[in-house]
């Protein structure tokens, strides 16, 4: 019976088993960054981003107010104040007078420290140190305590990396530096491809099965391998690095594909409805623009998806054919590596600047997901 057309596959459920261990290997990081780009650096350092709804435990060592603060009260000498020194809504959930022993005392326990006094610690940092004798030195007694704050969520690291202009360092020239980049880089392959494709599937013309062989062997070309060259041809023809340097590569590195996807999806549309429009007077522009490209949507938009993909985390071709020195067109990727460099310990703007990169190929991907499947499969099956 398990031979029986249509009965499912008994690894069904190794399918579904790797189908969650993917998403989940890509939803994982994505909300740690989300969720750590709203993170001080405080409460990063202290707890992972998993546990930011929970209080945040550290510990740290204080001290208490200087001898010179003491005052006599009933014949005692009294020092007293709160540990924190400032506004805070942080509490304290242990503490004690040793570093080998933080948690020996309880908020609101005391603890005999001999001839040094009496110190009392609450909750909130409150301290109260009395002494039967005048207290002398210059610093106060050190007390190890353990804090835990609150959650604590912020919008200042967005502030920081979009709208301070002040902010070299910031996400905002660099995110309209890529936007500039990819939107051309995506559109022009896309047109060229379009047209190229519809010849290769539909037009008669000496030499076609020679140019299908040359883009299906493009394709297995290595990126890296013409980098150089293409570099010392744009310098040699005038156009240097620049937008239209990096436009021109990204269309030349992209073409391949967009041509063999497209041109595999234009072969399966229906031919009575091109040969009836031919019927009818139309030319191969008209049948193109009015009957291909329309029916074609689902292949246009998966290459779409894939060369924004592509074009916006690139950081190897924005190297060779767009940096300079001025940093005027600086990409996203370039920034967040110079942020690894400057702000390597800042895991708060690093967050924030990851996020803010992978924002806008969310939305395409999540916009136009429903046609990639689609345009992956055009032309697999008859």
Same mark, same amino acid.
């Given at each position: 019976?398990?031979?029986?057309?249509?009965?499912?596959?008994?690894?069904?459920?190794?399918?579904?088993?790797?189908?969650?261990?993917?998403?989940?290997?890509?939803?994982?990081?994505?909300?740690?960054?989300?969720?750590?780009? %709203?993170?001080?650096?405080?409460?990063?350092?202290?707890?992972?981003?998993?546990?930011?709804?929970?209080?945040?435990?550290?510990?740290?060592?204080?001290?208490?107010?200087?001898?010179?603060?003491?005052?006599? $009260?009933?014949?005692?000498?009294?020092?007293?104040?709160?540990?924190?020194?400032?506004?805070?809504?942080?509490?304290?959930?242990?503490?004690?007078?040793?570093?080998?022993?933080?948690?020996?005392?309880?908020?609101?326990?005391?603890?005999?420290?001999?001839?040094?006094?009496?110190? =009392? /610690?609450?909750?909130?940092?409150?301290?109260?140190?009395?002494?039967?004798?005048? %207290?002398?030195?210059?610093?106060?007694?050190?007390?190890?305590?353990?804090?835990?704050?609150?959650?604590?969520?912020?919008? $200042?690291?967005?502030?920081?990396?979009?709208?301070?202009?002040?902010?070299?360092?910031?996400?905002?020239?660099?995110?309209?530096? =890529?936007? =500039?980049?990819?939107?051309?880089?995506?559109?022009?392959?896309?047109?060229?491809?379009?047209?190229?494709?519809?010849?290769?599937?539909?037009?008669?013309?000496?030499?076609?099965?020679?140019?299908?062989?040359?883009?299906?062997?493009?394709?297995?070309?290595?990126?890296?391998?013409?980098?150089?060259?293409?570099?010392?041809?744009?310098?040699?023809?005038?156009?240097?690095?620049?937008?239209?340097?990096?436009?021109?590569?990204?269309?030349?590195?992209?073409?391949?594909?967009?041509?063999?996807?497209?041109?595999?999806?234009?072969?399966?549309?229906?031919?009575?409805?091109?040969?009836?429009?031919?019927?009818?007077?139309?030319?191969?522009?008209?049948?193109?623009?009015?009957?291909?490209?329309?029916?074609?949507?689902?292949?246009?938009?998966?290459?779409?998806?894939?060369?924004?993909?592509?074009?916006?985390?690139?950081?190897?071709?924005?190297?060779?054919?767009?940096?300079?020195?001025?940093?005027?067109?600086?990409?996203?990727?370039?920034?967040?590596?110079?942020?690894?460099?400057?702000?390597?310990?800042?895991?708060?703007?690093?967050? =924030?600047?990851?996020?803010?990169?992978?924002?806008?190929?969310?939305?395409?991907?999540?916009?136009?997901?429903?046609?990639?499947?689609?345009?992956?499969?055009?032309?697999? /099956?008859?």
């Amino acid at each position: 019976m398990s031979s029986i057309a249509g009965t499912k596959s008994g690894l069904t459920w190794a399918v579904h088993i790797s189908v969650v261990l993917l998403v989940a290997l890509w939803l994982f990081p994505t909300l740690g960054l989300f969720v750590s780009s %709203f993170r001080t650096a405080d409460q990063i350092t202290s707890s992972g981003w998993w546990a930011a709804m929970l209080p945040a435990e550290r510990n740290e060592s204080l001290r208490t107010g200087a001898p010179d603060s003491q005052v006599q $009260q009933d014949g005692q000498w009294l020092i007293q104040g709160n540990l924190f020194e400032g506004a805070t809504d942080a509490t304290i959930s242990s503490w004690g007078t040793s570093m080998r022993d933080i948690g020996a005392y309880a908020p609101g326990d005391t603890a005999d420290m001999g001839e040094d006094g009496r110190l =009392t /610690v609450q909750e909130n940092g409150d301290y109260r140190l009395v002494n039967s004798q005048e %207290f002398s030195g210059r610093r106060g007694e050190r007390v190890f305590v353990t804090i835990q704050t609150p959650p604590e969520f912020t919008l $200042q690291n967005y502030k920081n990396m979009l709208l301070d202009p002040s902010n070299r360092e910031g996400m905002t020239k660099a995110f309209f530096n =890529t936007l =500039t980049v990819v939107i051309p880089a995506t559109i022009i392959p896309i047109v060229i491809a379009a047209f190229a494709a519809y010849a290769l599937a539909w037009m008669r013309f000496p030499g076609r099965a020679l140019l299908i062989a040359a883009v299906v062997g493009l394709l297995v070309v290595p990126l890296q391998l013409a980098l150089i060259p293409l570099l010392k041809l744009h310098l040699a023809v005038g156009i240097g690095k620049g937008y239209l340097g990096v436009w021109l590569a990204h269309t030349g590195f992209g073409l391949p594909l967009a041509i063999y996807l497209l041109r595999n999806y234009m072969v399966g549309l229906p031919r009575d409805i091109i040969e009836n429009a031919k019927v009818d007077g139309a030319t191969d522009f008209q049948i193109f623009t009015k009957i291909i490209l329309p029916l074609s949507f689902p292949a246009l938009a998966s290459f779409a998806i894939f060369q924004f993909l592509w074009t916006w985390n690139d950081l190897l071709v924005a190297m060779v054919f767009l940096i300079d020195a001025t940093g005027e067109t600086t990409v996203m990727t370039k920034q967040i590596v110079e942020l690894l460099g400057t702000r390597g310990g800042n895991w708060e703007i690093l967050a =924030t600047a990851a996020f803010i990169s992978i924002v806008v190929p969310l939305a395409v991907f999540f916009a136009l997901q429903r046609y990639l499947v689609r345009g992956l499969l055009a032309g697999s /099956v008859k």
